[in-house]
């Protein structure tokens, strides 16, 4: 019998009650659960709604139904329906006239809204801590192969030579704006629900001030209607899950060009790739392609509740229980990935010579040439076109601008000096890029000093 049957004659089917359960998915917030319900409880007695020895009783009681849990002799019965009844008929199980007293002033759909946002305040702090150690990582490789030039790409034809710890800065600024997001998250969850009841408050002098304060949250929201149907904040979870997931797609797009034979920038650990069942010569970065293919599952979530929200009705509608489907998934499986990509950066091999030798083609220098020639009085969109010639012509040959001679060089332009060796030399070319937030050694440096100080203090 369910914990509402009291009006009805029929029980439902086995299938509509199957159909209808969420506990298989929310038996996951069991501990908000029980935690909202003891403070509900407290509350409920320090204003006088229950004795002081109900309230004792139902501590304990959850106590013991939380450990029964954890310890897995907990039996869930899909009939219950979700985590809510599940708990709370357990309790009354235990203690009888005491629990069946826990609901007083109190809905599912205030209690759901409390759980599922102290559920979305600790993955999202879980998610913050993942994405720390990745930043670790990401640094420390920076770090240790400081100097190394690959090409940089745009259109993913080569464009100019860069550091390749400015490259993995890049992503760490990506996940420090990741963490920014997470924490908005965390903090769009952070004002209780607990005290709406069902949609409109209740004739019990409830404290929910004091509710709010026992289970940490920062604040009361201030509208009944509100507090029970909004999903806002789950949305904000599963939209900073997403763009995190994204920015960890783009990493290992990466991860697995890079380690092609075509490139050969990096190898990836044993321990973070796979063989092939027939190919013997087989090294799959199978991981990379995993947390790329995961994305797609993780924007999904987001597009998801986000059509499920986008016509419902005020207040509760059983619609919002497909809200935490998504974003469990997400949290686990960005956690997942965070875990996954740091393990994976921190133990691949770089080859810098490979790196080099793809600098060294496709006229990386080509801008630098220009900027030669502007340096000494060409329009730039004059020497645009004498470089672009120069290339044409190195295309012409087969070989590379700094296999031209200095005739050469004259020829397109006498404004050429010896001195054009200098504009054509990778590091040089690096080291010039000397621009805030540029290339070149000293502003990858101090960007590399901010990127740490911003982690600390994460
Ligand atoms: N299992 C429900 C959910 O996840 C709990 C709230 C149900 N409330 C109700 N009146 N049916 O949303």
């Known amino acids: 019998?369910?914990?509402?049957?009291?009006?009805?004659?029929?029980?439902?089917?086995?299938?509509?009650?199957?159909?209808?359960?969420?506990?298989?998915?929310?038996?996951?917030?069991?501990?908000?659960?029980?935690?909202?319900?003891?403070?509900?409880?407290?509350?409920?007695?320090?204003?006088?709604?229950?004795?002081?020895d109900d309230a004792q009783q139902i501590a304990a009681g959850l106590d013991r139904v939380k450990a029964d849990i954890e310890s897995g002799d907990f039996m869930f019965d899909i009939n219950d329906e979700d985590i809510h009844m599940s708990v709370e008929k357990a309790l009354t199980a235990e203690i009888g006239d005491a629990g069946a007293r826990l609901h007083t002033g109190r809905s599912r759909n205030d209690q759901v809204a409390t759980d599922t946002r102290l559920y979305a305040k600790?993955?999202?702090?879980?998610?913050?801590?993942?994405?720390?150690?990745?930043?670790?990582?990401?640094?420390?490789?920076?770090e240790a192969n400081f100097g190394v030039i690959l090409p940089g790409y745009t259109h993913l034809q080569h464009a100019q030579p860069v550091l390749f710890s400015h490259h993995m800065l890049a992503y760490v600024w990506m996940l420090a704006?990741?963490?920014?997001?997470?924490?908005?998250?965390?903090?769009?969850?952070?004002?209780?629900p607990l005290g709406a009841a069902a949609l409109a408050g209740t004739t019990y002098p409830l404290d929910r001030q004091m509710t709010a304060g026992e289970?940490?949250?920062?604040?009361?929201?201030?509208?009944?209607?509100?507090?029970?149907?909004?999903?806002?904040?789950?949305?904000?979870?599963?939209y900073a899950c997403a763009v995190?997931?994204?920015?960890?797609?783009?990493?290992?797009?990466?991860?697995?060009?890079?380690?092609?034979?075509?490139?050969?920038?990096?190898e990836l650990s044993d321990?973070?790739?796979?063989?092939?069942?027939?190919?013997?010569?087989?090294?799959?970065?199978?991981?990379?392609?995993?947390?790329?293919?995961?994305?797609?599952?993780?924007?999904?979530?987001?597009?998801?509740l986000l059509v499920t929200m986008k016509a419902l009705p005020l207040a509760y509608n059983k619609d919002l229980q497909e809200d935490k489907?998504?974003?469990?998934?997400?949290?686990?499986?960005?956690?997942?990935?965070?875990?996954?990509?740091?393990?994976?950066?921190?133990?691949?091999?770089?080859?810098?010579?490979?790196?080099?030798?793809?600098?060294?083609?496709?006229?990386l220098a080509a801008t630098d040439v220009a900027d030669y020639l502007a340096k000494r009085g060409l329009p730039f969109r004059h020497a645009h076109e004498v470089v672009?010639?120069?290339?044409?012509?190195?295309?012409?040959?087969?070989?590379?601008?700094?296999?031209?001679?200095?005739?050469?060089?004259?020829?397109?332009?006498?404004?050429?000096?010896?001195d054009i060796v200098k504009a054509l030399d990778l590091p040089s070319i690096v080291a010039a890029r000397t621009t805030e937030g540029g290339t070149g050694e000293a502003a990858v440096a101090q960007q590399m000093e901010k990127a740490k100080a911003v982690l600390a203090a994460d």
Not at 246 to 263: A, Q, Y
Not at 275 to 302: C, H, W, Y
Not at 331 to 360: R, V, W
């Open 122 to 142: 600790q993955r999202a702090t879980d998610l913050m801590r993942a994405n720390v150690a990745l930043r670790h990582a990401l640094i420390g490789q920076a």
């Open 388 to 418: 672009g010639h120069l290339v044409l012509l190195c295309e012409q040959r087969g070989c590379n601008l700094d296999d031209l001679s200095f005739d050469d060089f004259k020829a397109a332009s006498p404004l050429f000096e010896e």
């Open 244 to 266: 995190s997931c994204m920015h960890l797609s783009r990493l290992c797009e990466e991860l697995v060009l890079w380690s092609t034979s075509e490139f050969g920038f990096i």
């Open 271 to 304: 321990a973070f790739s796979t063989g092939s069942s027939i190919m013997p010569q087989k090294k799959n970065p199978d991981f990379a392609e995993l947390i790329r293919g995961k994305t797609g599952r993780v924007i999904g979530n987001l597009v998801s």
């Open 1 to 52: 019998m369910a914990l509402w049957s009291g009006r009805f004659m029929e029980n439902v089917s086995e299938f509509t009650q199957r159909f209808g359960a969420s506990l298989p998915v929310d038996k996951a917030l069991y501990a908000q659960d029980i935690a909202g319900s003891k403070a509900h409880a407290k509350m409920l007695a320090t204003v006088g709604v229950i004795s002081e």
């Open 215 to 238: 289970l940490g949250f920062a604040s009361v929201i201030p509208n009944s209607l509100d507090a029970v149907s909004d999903r806002d904040f789950l949305l904000d979870l599963d």
């Open 325 to 363: 489907y998504g974003a469990i998934d997400s949290a686990k499986t960005l956690e997942d990935c965070l875990q996954c990509a740091a393990g994976m950066i921190e133990t691949m091999s770089i080859k810098p010579e490979n790196m080099l030798k793809q600098a060294k083609l496709g006229h």
């Open 177 to 192: 704006r990741d963490y920014r997001r997470l924490q908005a998250a965390r903090d769009a969850a952070d004002a209780s």
